[in-house]
């Protein structure tokens, strides 16, 4: 099913884009001129473009200079390794179209996961597999206020499946100690078609310990109507990282997560992990490996070795 919305996402987005004439914009990426650069970039614009269409029914046309709309795709392949044999492979989209006539309020989302249950994350991890949200969903995100140290946005959307979801998010900043820590707080309200309603309380608390070093701790509490239906209480998870910028195109994540819930309260799960992260061959091209030990419950906390190998792709919009 993924396979085929995806192929079905970019395929329109290529068809829409070979249609429009070409002009150079953010869409464009800058290449040696090889034959995979022109395709690369080919494919940016062809996704680029339909941001434009989109964004034309938003457009002011007595305004003379309208930021052109944008989009951005991360295309992420992914395999795991366990010495008790639970591997798996995937593959994870998600793009992003940004539309700045709309007042900046509005932008398109498609995805082949959650956004609250990123993989990549080290909260979502310790997420049993009965509770995550998967299969693809598209969502129109309004953002409601935002300043330099909060936001506040809906996500409103459907799923491949044609379920329906809705999520609030707030997200607040503060600096702490003289601004040698910073503590955000991310507050998540959702309902999703069938399993009710949810909500998740992040709080994380970064220390610098060098300009090219952080460390970060993590609190997280989460609700769900099937923990509660299933008298398991609230999910809570906690986790400590090290992040270290190694040079300007590499970095590693060091990192040590508990998962967990309150009825009865035990450790569901304990993990360790690093993660080393790579730019090769061309900006858009990055490449991550991840070892890990994980001690998981159902297997009376027994070490289970593992690594991940993931390879990622951007499309569309450049970082300036």
């Given amino acids: 099913m993924f396979g085929r919305c995806l192929m079905l996402v970019l395929g329109l987005f290529a068809l829409i884009g070979a249609a429009r004439a070409q002009s150079p914009d953010a869409c464009r990426w800058e290449g040696a001129g090889t034959l995979v650069d022109r395709t690369h970039d080919w494919l940016s614009r062809s996704l680029c473009w339909p941001s434009r269409w989109v964004d034309g029914f938003f457009e002011d046309p007595l305004r003379e200079n309208n930021e052109p709309a944008a989009s951005l795709v991360r295309l992420t392949g992914e395999r795991v390794w366990r010495d008790d044999g639970d591997g798996a492979s995937d593959v994870d989209l998600d793009a992003r179209v940004w539309l700045p006539s709309a007042e900046r309020r509005f932008s398109l989302l498609f995805r082949s996961h959650d956004e609250d249950q990123d993989p990549e994350s080290p909260v979502a991890r310790d997420i049993p597999d009965g509770e995550r949200d998967n299969g693809f969903r598209g969502a129109l995100r309004w953002v409601i206020d935002r300043t330099d140290d909060m936001d506040l946005d809906l996500d409103v959307g459907a799923r491949s499946d044609l379920t329906t979801f809705t999520r609030?998010?707030?997200?607040?900043?503060?600096?702490?100690?003289?601004?040698?820590?910073?503590?955000?707080y991310t507050q998540r309200l959702y309902w999703r078609d069938p399993d009710g309603w949810g909500s998740?309380?992040?709080?994380?608390?970064?220390?610098?310990?060098?300009?090219?070093?952080?460390?970060?701790?993590?609190?997280?509490?989460?609700?769900?109507?099937?923990?509660n239906q299933a008298g398991d209480g609230l999910g809570l998870?906690?986790?400590?990282?090290?992040?270290?910028?190694?040079?300007g195109r590499s970095?590693?994540?060091?990192?040590?997560?508990?998962g967990g819930k309150t009825q009865p309260a035990v450790v569901d799960s304990y993990r360790l992990y690093a993660r080393?992260?790579?730019?090769?061959?061309?900006?858009?091209?990055?490449?991550?490996?991840?070892?890990?030990?994980?001690?998981?419950?159902?297997?009376?906390y027994q070490g289970v070795n593992g690594i991940v190998l993931r390879l990622e792709t951007l499309f569309g919009r450049v970082a300036r």
Avoid: C, H
């Avoid at 609030?168 to 955000?184: G, K, V």
């Avoid at 970095?251 to 508990?258: I, P, Y």
């Avoid at 730019?279 to 297997?299: G, H, S, T």
């Fill in 168 to 184: 609030l998010r707030y997200r607040r900043l503060y600096p702490l100690f003289n601004e040698s820590a910073w503590l955000r």
């Fill in 276 to 300: 080393y992260r790579r730019n090769v061959w061309r900006p858009w091209l990055f490449v991550e490996v991840e070892p890990f030990v994980l001690w998981p419950r159902d297997q009376g």
């Fill in 237 to 247: 998870f906690q986790g400590v990282n090290l992040f270290k910028r190694l040079s």
């Fill in 200 to 227: 998740r309380s992040l709080f994380e608390l970064d220390r610098p310990l060098a300009p090219d070093t952080t460390l970060r701790f993590s609190s997280e509490i989460r609700y769900t109507e099937a923990l």
């Fill in 251 to 258: 970095a590693l994540n060091m990192g040590l997560g508990v």
